[in-house]
């Protein structure tokens, strides 16, 4: 059974960090391309940032410069540092694993989320 399990967030005022993490099971981590999302209240989720399987990273215009994901491999473990925390970035955030099985098909999992409020 696949599990993607976030924790890490809160409420923080503007200005603030926060870092978020995923624990992943049920899937050959090592393998997977990570990924966070994010949907604030009336908008379509977002991708905040991914890292594949080899380390490369991509990122919203809106974050870069303050958010930066990594990996874990030896953990089964994805990060989301955020620094310099907006308003704007007040959303439910949601970890994303993306691969391929063993045997060809394809798999995408969601996490449940966590919530993420910055205070003006």
């Known amino acids: 059974q696949v599990q993607l399990v976030e924790s890490g967030g809160g409420l923080v005022q503007a200005g603030g960090s926060l870092r978020l993490s995923c624990a992943a099971s049920?899937?050959?981590?090592?393998?997977?391309?990570m990924g966070w999302y994010r949907q604030a209240p009336g908008k379509q989720r977002e991708l905040v940032a991914d890292?594949?399987?080899?380390?490369?990273?991509n990122y919203a215009d809106s974050v870069k410069g303050r958010f930066t994901i990594s990996r874990d491999n030896a953990k089964n473990m994805a990060y989301l540092q955020m620094n310099s925390l907006k308003p704007e970035d007040t959303a439910v955030y949601y970890c994303?694993?993306?691969?391929?099985?063993?045997w060809g098909s394809g798999y995408e999992y969601w996490g449940q989320g966590t919530q993420v409020t910055v205070s003006p």
């Open positions: 049920g899937i050959i981590f090592s393998r997977a391309a």
């Open positions: 994303n694993a993306k691969g391929i099985r063993a």
């Open positions: 890292v594949t399987s080899g380390g490369s990273t």
